[in-house]
C-alpha cells in the first residue's frame, strides 16, 4: 500500500485552506512539474489494479507445458529409447522450432489484444503550473488539483476547493442509485459516514451535474475504492462468443482427432504393421491432428484485427464488438460532431433587431454574446503548449466568439462580473443558468437553453432596451423566426435574464419571470465524408438513423444533406411519448430522423428497433447517453468530445468523432468475419486430409505415407499457414456490398462444413494419388513417403492461396495482395529445397533423393488438383 500524505486521513473535517495549506498546493496554479515527479516517486502511480504483462518468457512456459507439447516430447522420449539417438535428437529440434513459432503466434495476438486497453487509457482534466492539462489518471499524485465537469469519472479520492452545482453518482461505493448533492463549504465531524461526507469526491464515482475544482487526497490503493478492491491481478478479459464457440469446437474435433490417433495404429498392427512404429505414428497422429490451434487463430484474428482499427481511429475496448461489427443492421447515431463537423460557428446573433451578424456585431448582438459567454460549463484546457476549449459544441463556438471581441466576464465588453450561483444543464428542462453580479452590483440570472424551454419560462422580451410583455402573437412570432433560422440547418440558443431579488430563490423560482434577450444561431455542417459513409453503408445493407436533441427543421436539414432515408417525416420527442412501445416499433420502420430526445427516448428507440429484430450500434458522447449505448449491441463512444462515462460503458471508441469512421470500422468488422472463417476452413481442411491420408495408407495394408518425424514438421509449416496468412488478407471486394451476417447462424454452418470436407478431399486424393502411384509403380517405401511429404509440402500451400477468397478468384484478387503469404511461400520452397537436398537433413526426416521426373509429379499434382476449387469461383464469385 502506498503511504499516505499528510492530513488526509479525515479530510472532510478540514477546512479548505487546511487541506490546501498541508498539502502545500496553490489551488489555483496546481502542482509544479518538479514537484509531481517528486510524489509520483514517493506514491507511486495512480492505479488500484496490477496490469497484466504479456511477456515472450511467459507465453513461452505457457506454450512449453501444453499437453500437445508434453506429447511430443514422449515421442522423443521413445524414439531414444526404442530407434536412434539421431532420431531423437531431430524430433527435439522440430519440437523446439513448433513451439518458438506457436510461441511467436500466441505472444503476437496477446500484445494485440493487450495493447488496446493501453491505447484507451484515460485520462483527467487537472490544474498544473497554472494551466488545465489533460493527465494520465495514472499519473495523478496528492495534491493536484482536478477540474471536474459532468461526465467525467473521478480517478482518485479528493477534497472539494470550490463547486457549483455539483452531483455525484457514488452507488459504486454506497450503493445509493440517486446522485448525491456535493458542497466545497462545508466542514463534517470526523465520524461522518462515508456517504455523507459531501465535501469530498471518491475515487470511481461519477460526476452527473455541475462543476468543480477539488485537491488530490489520496491515489491508487489508498482510495477508498482501492481499499475495497486491494491490489489485485487483472483478470484476463472474457472470452467472445466466437472464441467460446471455437474452445467448444476444439474440445469435440479433439475426440475424434484421439480416436483416429488410436484407430489408424491399430489399424497398421492388425495389419502387421510393426506395433512400436505405430505407437509413435499415433501419437504424433494426435499432436498433428487434434485442433489445439483454433482459439490461436481467433485469437490472432480479432486481436490483429482490433489492433489495426486502433491505426484508423477506432479503438475496440471488448473484443465481441470486433465480432458484432459485421451484424449491425442499424446504426443509432447523434448529430453534432459525429454526422456533423463539431465545429459550430456562430451564423446569427437575432436580437429586436434584424441586423445580420457580421465580424463587427452591433452593440444589441453584443450584448446578447456577452451574456452568452457568462453562462458556460465550457473550460479553457492547456495541452503540450497549447490551449483549447473544451466543452459542448455550441458552448465553445459562443465561447470563442465572445473572446474574439473582448466580451467575457471580466473583460471591459463583459455584462457580467464574477459567478454567484450556477444552475448546470440538465436533459429534462434543456436548459442552464448562471447568477453573476451586474454592473450596478445587482444579481442577474442569465439563461441559455433550447428556445422552447427558454420561452416557457419568459414573460418579456427585450425591445430596443426596453422590456416588453410578450402576449401569444408575439410568442408565435418568435416562434417562427426559430423555425425559419433551425430550418437553414442552424442551431438555436435562446438568451435570457432576470435580476434577482434575492441569491436565496431556488432554480424554479429563479428561473421564471424571464425576459428573452435573444437568439444565437450556429452552424456545424455536415462533414465532408459523411455522405458518402450514409451511402457506403446502405449499400450494405445497414440503415443509419439520426438520434439528436436539436430542432427538428435543423435536424431535417442536415438529415438531407447525407441522404439519410426517411427523412421526410422526422419525429420529435413530443410525439414519440404519445406512443406506445408497439407503435414505435412501427415507426422507426418509417422515420430516420428523431430530434429533440432525451435519454430515454433514445433508450426507448433502441429498444425498438431491437424489438423488430434489429442489430443496433448507437454512437453517443455524454452521460445520458450511456444507457442507449449500454443496450445496444455495439455502443460507439466519441474519443474527442465525449466523457469518460460514456467510453467507459461503451465497446468501441472513435478516437476522431467521425461517423465515417464508423463505416471503416464495419468495413473491417466484416473483414474480421471472413479471414476468421478462410482460416478455420483451411486449418480444418488441412486437419482432415492429414488423418485421411493417414488412416488410407493403413487401411490398404501399407506404412502410413508419413513417418512420426514427418508429420511433426508438416504440422509446425501448416499451423503458421493457418494462423498467419488469413490474418493479414485483406477484405473482399463486395464485403460492403452484401448483406449484414445473421448473428443466429451458426458458425459451422453447412457451407463451411462442406468447404471443409471438399478442400480436405482434394489435398487427401492429390497426396494419397502421389504416394500409392509411387508404390504401384514398384518404388521403395522411402522414396513413396519422400514424395508424399513433398507433395503434402506443395498441395497445403496452393491449398492456402486458392482457399483466400470465397467468392474472387485468384487472378483478380492479385498475387500481392496479403502481405504474408508470397514470402512464406518462398520460405516453404526454400525450406522444403534444403530438406530434401542436403544430405544430413534429409537423413534427419527420413527422406530419400528425388530424380527431376518425381519433383514434377510432387509439386504439378496437387497444385493441378485444387485448382478446381479457384475455377468454380469464375461461375459464381466477382
Not at 484507451?120 to 477540474?147: C, F, I, N
Not at 455524454?622 to 449491441?633: E, F, K, M, R, S
Amino acid at each position: 500500500m502506498s503511504p499516505r500524505p499528510p492530513a488526509v486521513e479525515h479530510g472532510h473535517t478540514a477546512t479548505t485552506g487546511d487541506v490546501v495549506e498541508q498539502l502545500e498546493v496553490d489551488p489555483h496554479r496546481g502542482l509544479p512539474d518538479a514537484e509531481v515527479a517528486a510524489r509520483l516517486a514517493r506514491f507511486g502511480p495512480n492505479r488500484r489494479e496490477r496490469p497484466r504483462r504479456v511477456t515472450f518468457r511467459g507465453v513461452l512456459r505457457e506454450e512449453s507445458t501444453e499437453p500437445m507439447i508434453l506429447l511430443l516430447l514422449a515421442v522423443a522420449v521413445l524414439y531414444g529409447v526404442w530407434g536412434e539417438l539421431a532420431d531423437a535428437v531431430a524430433i527435439v529440434v522440430v519440437i523446439a522450432a513448433v513451439v518458438l513459432v506457436e510461441v511467436f503466434t500466441e505472444y503476437r495476438a496477446k500484445s494485440a489484444i493487450a495493447s488496446l486497453s493501453r491505447l484507451s487509457a484515460p485520462t483527467a482534466p487537472a490544474l498544473r503550473g497554472g494551466k488545465v492539462r489533460d493527465v494520465p489518471t495514472e499519473g495523478l499524485v496528492p495534491g493536484d488539483v482536478l477540474v471536474l465537469r459532468a461526465g467525467e469519472r473521478l480517478a482518485a479520492d479528493a477534497r472539494l476547493v470550490e463547486s457549483a452545482g455539483l452531483r455525484v453518482d457514488e452507488s459504486v461505493l454506497t450503493g445509493e442509485s440517486a446522485p448525491v448533492d456535493k458542497d466545497a463549504g462545508r466542514v463534517l465531524a470526523a465520524d461522518a459516514p462515508l456517504g455523507q461526507r459531501s465535501n469530498l469526491v471518491f475515487a470511481g464515482t461519477t460526476v452527473v451535474a455541475g462543476r468543480a475544482r477539488a485537491v488530490v487526497l489520496v491515489t491508487g490503493t489508498s482510495t477508498e475504492l482501492g481499499r475495497i478492491t486491494g491490489l489485485v491481478v487483472e483478470a484476463r478479459p472474457p472470452r467472445t462468443a466466437l472464441q467460446q464457440a471455437m474452445r467448444d469446437l476444439a474440445r469435440w474435433l479433439a475426440w475424434l482427432a484421439l480416436a483416429f490417433s488410436v484407430l489408424v495404429p491399430l489399424l497398421g498392427v492388425l495389419g502387421g504393421q510393426p506395433w512400436r512404429e505405430m505407437i509413435l505414428t499415433g501419437l504424433t497422429l494426435a499432436f498433428a491432428t487434434i485442433p489445439e490451434e483454433l482459439p490461436i487463430i481467433i485469437s490472432m484474428v480479432l486481436g490483429l484485427g482490433a489492433y489495426r482499427l486502433s491505426h484508423r481511429r477506432v479503438l475496440i475496448k471488448r473484443l465481441r464488438a470486433a465480432e458484432a461489427l459485421g451484424t449491425i443492421t442499424v446504426i443509432a447515431t447523434d448529430k453534432t460532431g459525429t454526422v456533423t463537423e463539431n465545429r459550430m460557428s456562430v451564423s446569427h446573433l437575432a436580437t429586436d433587431r434584424a441586423e445580420p451578424f457580421t465580424g463587427d456585431p452591433a452593440p444589441a448582438q453584443r450584448r446578447l454574446l456577452a451574456l452568452a459567454a457568462a453562462c458556460t460549463d465550457a473550460t479553457v484546457v492547456h495541452q503540450d503548449d497549447t490551449a483549447r476549449v473544451l466543452g459542448e459544441p455550441t458552448d465553445v463556438a459562443l465561447l470563442e466568439t465572445a473572446h474574439r471581441h473582448g466580451l467575457l466576464p471580466g473583460q471591459p465588453g463583459g455584462s457580467a462580473g464574477d459567478l454567484v450561483a450556477e444552475h448546470p444543464f440538465d436533459s429534462d428542462r434543456k436548459m442552464m443558468s448562471a447568477v453573476r453580479l451586474g454592473r450596478d452590483g445587482e444579481l442577474l440570472l442569465i439563461a441559455k437553453g433550447a428556445p422552447e424551454s427558454v420561452l416557457g419560462r419568459c414573460t418579456h422580451r427585450l425591445v430596443g432596451g426596453s422590456e416588453a410583455a410578450l402576449d401569444g402573437s408575439g410568442r408565435g412570432a418568435l416562434r417562427e423566426q426559430v423555425d425559419g433560422m433551425a430550418a437553414q440547418g442552424v442551431r438555436v440558443i435562446a438568451l435570457a435574464t432576470r435580476v434577482l431579488p434575492d441569491r436565496d430563490l431556488g432554480r424554479e423560482e429563479a428561473e421564471s419571470g424571464l425576459t428573452l434577450v435573444g437568439f444565437a444561431g450556429l452552424a456545424d455542417p455536415a462533414r465532408p465524408g459523411a455522405a458518402e459513409a450514409v451511402r457506403d453503408l446502405r449499400r450494405a445493407g445497414i440503415r443509419v438513423v439520426m438520434v439528436t436533441g436539436d430542432h427538428p427543421d435543423t435536424a431535417g436539414a442536415i438529415a438531407a444533406d447525407i441522404g439519410l432515408d426517411g427523412t421526410g417525416s422526422p419525429l420529435s420527442g413530443p410525439q414519440l411519448d404519445e406512443l406506445d412501445d408497439d407503435a414505435l416499433a412501427e415507426a422507426v420502420a418509417g422515420s430516420s430522423v428523431f430530434a429533440r430526445t432525451t435519454p430515454e427516448h433514445k433508450l426507448r428507440l433502441v429498444r425498438a428497433l431491437h424489438a423488430r429484430g434489429e442489430i443496433v450500434a448507437v454512437t453517443g458522447d455524454g452521460v445520458n447517453d450511456t444507457p442507449a449505448l449500454a443496450q445496444a449491441d455495439v455502443g460507439i463512444a466519441m474519443g474527442a468530445s465525449g466523457t469518460d462515462v460514456a467510453r467507459e460503458v461503451a465497446d468501441m471508441v472513435l478516437a476522431d468523432d467521425d461517423f465515417a469512421t464508423t463505416t471503416r470500422a464495419v468495413r473491417e468488422g466484416r473483414q474480421l468475419f471472413d479471414n476468421l472463417r478462410k482460416g478455420v476452413r483451411y486449418y480444418l481442411a488441412c486437419k482432415v486430409a492429414l488423418i485421411a491420408t493417414a488412416a488410407s495408407g493403413v487401411a490398404l495394408g501399407l506404412p502410413v505415407p508419413f513417418t512420426p518425424i514427418q508429420i511433426v514438421v508438416l504440422e509446425m509449416f501448416m499451423d503458421i499457414a493457418g494462423s498467419a496468412t488469413f490474418a493479414a488478407e485483406p477484405a473482399e471486394s463486395d464485403a460492403m456490398r452484401r448483406p449484414p451476417r445473421d448473428p443466429r447462424r451458426p458458425f459451422l454452418d453447412r457451407s463451411l462444413v462442406t468447404a471443409i470436407f471438399t478442400c480436405g478431399a482434394t489435398l487427401f486424393a492429390a497426396v494419397t494419388a502421389i504416394y500409392l502411384g509411387a508404390i504401384w509403380t514398384g518404388l521403395p517405401i522411402a522414396t513413396a513417403q519422400t514424395l508424399a511429404f513433398t507433395g503434402w509440402m506443395v498441395g497445403y500451400l496452393a491449398l492456402a492461396w486458392v482457399m483466400r477468397s470465397e467468392r474472387t478468384p485468384l487472378v483478380r484478387l492479385g498475387l500481392r495482395s496479403n502481405g504474408f503469404l508470397p514470402p512464406w511461400t518462398a520460405v516453404t520452397a526454400a525450406a522444403l529445397g534444403l530438406i530434401t537436398v542436403l544430405p544430413a537433413a534429409r537423413d534427419a526426416l527420413d527422406l530419400t533423393a528425388l530424380t527431376a521426373g518425381q519433383w514434377l509429379v510432387a509439386v504439378l499434382v496437387p497444385v493441378l488438383a485444387v485448382t478446381w476449387n479457384d475455377l468454380a469461383k469464375f461461375r459464381t464469385g466477382r
